[in-house]
């Protein structure tokens, strides 16, 4: 079945870093992807998403390019802030594939940035 | 803005004893979805529906049900608690097709502890 991979489980950096959270799926279809971001008590919320082939999706100073080819959608952003702390998670859903109108989730990455 | 609201926010159960969590989403969306939480496991679909008065299993549906008595409000029931079953549960609605499809608005979630 589909399947998203988050390698990072945790990431800790300092202000001003640069971020990389990868997320690898695995889909019989052609999938949309998506990031959310999960801040303290609250609920996950859409980053953005990409539905295309060399296709950026960007918000909030955060980007990821869909790479069929690597089957990738990996996370970035150029400096990170302590008040981008919180929970990341990459997501797929796959229309014609097996997940349907799922979103099918990984598994998390908890990022805690240091003032 | 979106609005999906879970009730309650927070629950403490005996082993055995009946559970029941409820959402009401005012998005006027078709599709709803409870999500279970769990740390190395992120996001796991439990049920979802996608009209009033049906309900689908997701991926991890074992010892839940759940109740969609009309469009805005969708219950996860746990007949017989478990050990098992605490966790931080999260509803969330999307609408039925276009360019959101599949964008999903969060509840703040449900943290539950069976003792």
């Known amino acids: 079945g589909d399947s998203v991979t988050q390698t990072e489980g945790q990431v800790a950096l300092s202000e001003e870093d640069f971020l990389t959270i990868h997320c690898n799926y695995s889909a019989s279809g052609y999938p949309t992807l998506f990031w959310y971001v999960q801040y303290p008590g609250e609920g996950p919320q859409l980053l953005f998403r990409a539905s295309r082939d060399k296709e950026k999706g960007s918000s909030r100073g955060f980007e990821a390019t869909y790479d069929k080819g690597t089957t990738s959608f990996h996370l970035r952003k150029a400096s990170v802030q302590e008040s981008d702390s919180a929970v990341y998670y990459c997501a797929l859903s796959d229309r014609y594939g097996s997940s349907g109108n799922k979103l099918i989730f990984g598994i998390g990455t908890l990022l805690s940035v240091k003032p | 803005e979106a609005a999906v609201t879970q009730s309650p926010r927070s629950k403490v159960a005996v082993t055995g004893g009946k559970v029941t969590l409820s959402c009401h989403q005012t998005n006027n969306h078709d599709y709803m979805y409870w999500y279970r939480q769990d740390t190395g496991h992120g996001l796991r679909l439990i049920h979802y529906?996608?009209?009033?008065?049906?309900?689908e299993k997701g991926d991890i549906p074992d010892g839940y049900k759940a109740s969609r008595p009309s469009q805005e409000n969708f219950s996860l029931i746990l007949e017989l608690a478990s050990l098992s079953q605490t966790a931080v549960y999260f509803c969330?609605?999307?609408?039925?097709?276009?360019?959101?499809?599949?964008?999903?608005?969060f509840g703040a979630g449900t943290r539950l502890s069976v003792l």
């Open positions: 969330a609605s999307s609408v039925l097709g276009g360019t959101s499809q599949n964008t999903l608005y």
């Open positions: 529906s996608y009209v009033a008065d049906s309900t």
